[in-house]
């Protein structure tokens, strides 16, 4: 009998501290929406102006009772997508007002694969985050937008490479502000790309943020490592073109020589040998002024007339347009697939050009004379 007593006031206690608990919860209501108003309905985005305002914005906090704070977003999504894909872009709270430049928005366009030089309407809206599970939304505005092609130059991270070759090469002697560079295409403070060195034994030295503040040199060792400080020069013992990595958080780099070439079937050698390519200070890039190609065979690029280092194409770019600049990857970066070639669908005399001073983007133009 005792025991059936412990066991009912048990339950009657533990049903005493239920409704407490129940009564200590705090409902939240949403009283009112948040809002979101545009200056604009249709903006050309402009490069050239890439961190200016494009665009301002006025909005709106949800209202609740009782009062909680939120986190809010600005989500951008293309028409009939029901925001998915989606691009987003955190905003303060408090401020009531925010604009987003060129750039950002360029960037949120390429998010959601648009293509750039066309109209575009984006759905843009608020939404406001009381937790990781609950959110509310602001109404939907529509801005007809025109994105541009980015300039790699511009998008991706880079260190730069200043040195006593770096005058002959088309840039400034020991200027960090006007010297090669090395990007990063994966922006994981790994960089990469190529330099070119008319005089054997120039030296140079990598810097970051167009400046010598930083700066990185060799430790003495010529074993790939780099220190700020006691550092010393890193010499390129020949003249050529040189392909260098740097992982500026480790702080190790790697030089190779890469001399470039064309060869293949197409070409009045074929596959015997490479006619090479000669570097221009002027333009910046490697040329080869004219060579005779055929439309019944293929060509590569490759380094020290070898097959360890070398440029091919996507498979929408094997067949190269007169002209037109294609984007060439190169293999020992892993970024081809197979081992495909290039064609010209035009047999005559072509001028070969070969941009390599950005390796986000390796740019190769073929063009008939």
Request: aromatic share 10%.
């Given at each position: 009998?005792k025991?059936?007593?412990k066991?009912?006031l048990?339950?009657?206690?533990?049903?005493?501290?239920s409704?407490?608990?129940?009564?200590?919860k705090t409902?939240?209501?949403?009283?009112?929406?948040?809002?979101l108003?545009?200056n604009?309905?249709?903006?050309?985005?402009?490069?050239?102006?890439a961190?200016?305002?494009?665009l301002?914005?006025?909005?709106?906090?949800?209202?609740?009772s009782?009062?909680?704070?939120?986190?809010?977003t600005?989500?951008?999504?293309?028409?009939?997508?029901n925001?998915?894909?989606v691009?987003?872009q955190?905003?303060?709270?408090?401020?009531?007002t925010?604009?987003?430049?060129?750039?950002?928005?360029?960037?949120?366009l390429?998010?959601?694969?648009v293509?750039?030089?066309?109209?575009k309407?984006?759905e843009?809206r608020?939404?406001?985050?009381v937790?990781?599970?609950?959110?509310?939304?602001?109404?939907?505005?529509?801005?007809?937008i025109?994105g541009y092609t980015p300039n790699?130059?511009?998008?991706?991270?880079?260190i730069?490479?200043?040195?006593?070759?770096a005058?002959?090469a088309?840039y400034?002697d020991?200027?960090?502000?006007?010297a090669?560079?090395?990007?990063?295409?994966?922006k994981?403070?790994?960089?990469k790309?190529?330099i070119?060195?008319t005089n054997?034994?120039?030296?140079?030295k990598?810097?970051?943020?167009?400046?010598w503040?930083?700066?990185?040199?060799?430790?003495?060792?010529?074993t790939?490592k780099l220190v700020?400080t006691?550092?010393?020069?890193?010499?390129?013992?020949?003249k050529?073109?040189?392909?260098?990595?740097?992982?500026?958080?480790q702080?190790?780099?790697?030089?190779?020589?890469a001399?470039f070439?064309?060869?293949?079937?197409?070409?009045p050698?074929g596959?015997?040998?490479?006619?090479?390519?000669?570097?221009?200070?002027?333009?910046?890039?490697?040329?080869?002024?004219?060579i005779?190609l055929?439309?019944?065979?293929?060509?590569k690029?490759?380094?020290n007339?070898?097959?360890i280092?070398k440029f091919?194409?996507?498979s929408?770019?094997?067949t190269?347009?007169?002209g037109?600049a294609v984007k060439?990857?190169?293999?020992s970066?892993g970024?081809v697939?197979?081992?495909?070639a290039?064609k010209?669908?035009?047999a005559?005399n072509?001028?070969i050009e070969?941009?390599?001073?950005n390796?986000a983007?390796?740019?190769l133009?073929?063009t008939?004379?």
């Amino acid at each position: 009998m005792k025991n059936i007593l412990k066991i009912f006031l048990i339950a009657i206690i533990s049903f005493m501290v239920s409704c407490r608990e129940e009564d200590d919860k705090t409902i939240l209501t949403n009283t009112s929406a948040g809002s979101l108003t545009v200056n604009k309905t249709s903006i050309t985005l402009d490069e050239t102006i890439a961190d200016q305002a494009a665009l301002a914005f006025t909005y709106t906090n949800p209202g609740f009772s009782p009062n909680v704070s939120v986190a809010n977003t600005v989500e951008f999504a293309v028409p009939g997508t029901n925001f998915s894909p989606v691009a987003s872009q955190t905003i303060s709270m408090d401020e009531k007002t925010f604009s987003l430049t060129h750039l950002q928005l360029n960037t949120i366009l390429t998010t959601l694969n648009v293509a750039p030089n066309v109209v575009k309407p984006i759905e843009i809206r608020l939404k406001s985050s009381v937790n990781t599970t609950t959110a509310y939304y602001s109404n939907i505005i529509t801005v007809n937008i025109t994105g541009y092609t980015p300039n790699p130059d511009l998008i991706y991270p880079k260190i730069n490479v200043p040195g006593g070759y770096a005058g002959a090469a088309g840039y400034a002697d020991w200027n960090p502000a006007n010297a090669p560079n090395l990007f990063s295409p994966t922006k994981d403070d790994k960089y990469k790309g190529f330099i070119y060195v008319t005089n054997p034994n120039s030296e140079y030295k990598f810097t970051i943020n167009q400046d010598w503040a930083g700066d990185k040199g060799d430790d003495g060792t010529l074993t790939g490592k780099l220190v700020e400080t006691g550092e010393q020069n890193i010499k390129a013992a020949v003249k050529g073109t040189y392909y260098i990595n740097v992982n500026w958080a480790q702080n190790t780099y790697s030089s190779v020589l890469a001399n470039f070439g064309v060869i293949g079937d197409a070409t009045p050698t074929g596959w015997n040998s490479d006619t090479d390519f000669v570097y221009s200070p002027t333009t910046k890039t490697y040329v080869i002024n004219s060579i005779a190609l055929n439309n019944t065979g293929v060509f590569k690029f490759r380094a020290n007339d070898d097959w360890i280092i070398k440029f091919q194409p996507e498979s929408g770019d094997e067949t190269l347009v007169s002209g037109t600049a294609v984007k060439s990857f190169l293999s020992s970066e892993g970024t081809v697939t197979g081992d495909p070639a290039y064609k010209v669908s035009q047999a005559g005399n072509y001028k070969i050009e070969l941009d390599l001073h950005n390796s986000a983007y390796y740019k190769l133009t073929v063009t008939k004379l």
